[in-house]
């Protein structure tokens, strides 16, 4: 796929894999990975990465890239000059390539905030947007889902179910999926995935894009570099689950 071309729903890239760094991205495009989130600062939770580093990753890879809009790990509360930083570095990923970026903010009171949103969303038009897991700190997950659902040009939101570890939410994802069914937003769901778990994970709730990060580094470290074997695991994983569905007439997408 091209980078200038946007994925749109009915593409489904089954696994998204963190890079922090050129070595990264191209190990996880190489173990069959079918999106990179590209991010610095992991052990924060994640921020945007440099003009450098961007512009090497989409040099380095021909697999979609998103890229993180965050520009400090205080908070997801942005003032005017956050959201300038935010909307100049939108404008930086999309020329250097990016299909996508990954962003979210919320109000004081821990809700969605639409006014923050929407000058970034006008900003990162014809880009994939995916609403980050600021969304597991909402209220109300149901209610934040359909608060973006009337916002335009999000196409994903990356979720845990609001648990510390997705492993822990499987009746939340379940209950996000079947808002998602009728919904131009789709869920991705991470946060504690691994290798051992993935398998019985996606089984459990039918989820059909999942997001991997410390789950397929060495040693399990947020410091430390992918793994290739781990990545290749995974995929190989999801590529057998698709296989299976496909010959059950299942609904996992092609990637």
Do not use: W
Request: proline share 4%; with cysteine; charged share 25%.
């Amino acid at each position: 796929m091209d980078h200038n071309q946007v994925a749109r729903k009915d593409i489904a890239m089954l696994i998204e894999v963190i890079a922090t760094s050129v070595e990264d991205a191209r190990i996880a495009e190489q173990a069959g990975a079918g999106r990179i989130e590209l991010v610095s600062g992991l052990a924060e939770g994640g921020v945007t990465p440099s003009y450098g580093l961007i512009c090497g990753v989409l040099r380095a890879v021909t697999i979609p890239v998103h890229v993180m809009i965050r520009p400090h790990a205080l908070s997801f509360q942005y003032d005017r000059y956050d959201l300038e930083s935010m909307q100049e570095d939108i404008r930086v990923a999309r020329g250097c390539g990016a299909v996508g970026i990954v962003v979210g903010a919320l109000s004081a009171d821990g809700d969605i905030d639409e006014e923050a949103l929407l000058p970034l969303l006008r900003e990162a038009e014809g880009l994939s947007v995916t609403f980050h897991r600021a969304f597991d700190e909402t209220r109300s997950l149901e209610q934040s889902f359909r608060q973006l659902e009337r916002l335009p040009g999000i196409n994903r939101v990356l979720t845990s179910g609001g648990k510390p570890s997705v492993l822990e939410a499987a009746a939340e994802i379940r209950n996000l999926l079947a808002l998602s069914r009728e919904s131009q937003i789709s869920i991705l769901a991470g946060s504690g995935l691994g290798v051992d778990s993935l398998a019985a994970f996606i089984k459990q709730t039918g989820v059909s894009e999942v997001h991997m990060g410390t789950g397929v580094r060495v040693e399990g470290r947020v410091s430390a570099p992918l793994d290739a074997d781990k990545v290749c695991a995974a995929v190989a994983i999801v590529n057998g689950l698709r296989q299976e569905a496909s010959s059950r007439k299942g609904t996992l997408p092609e990637p």
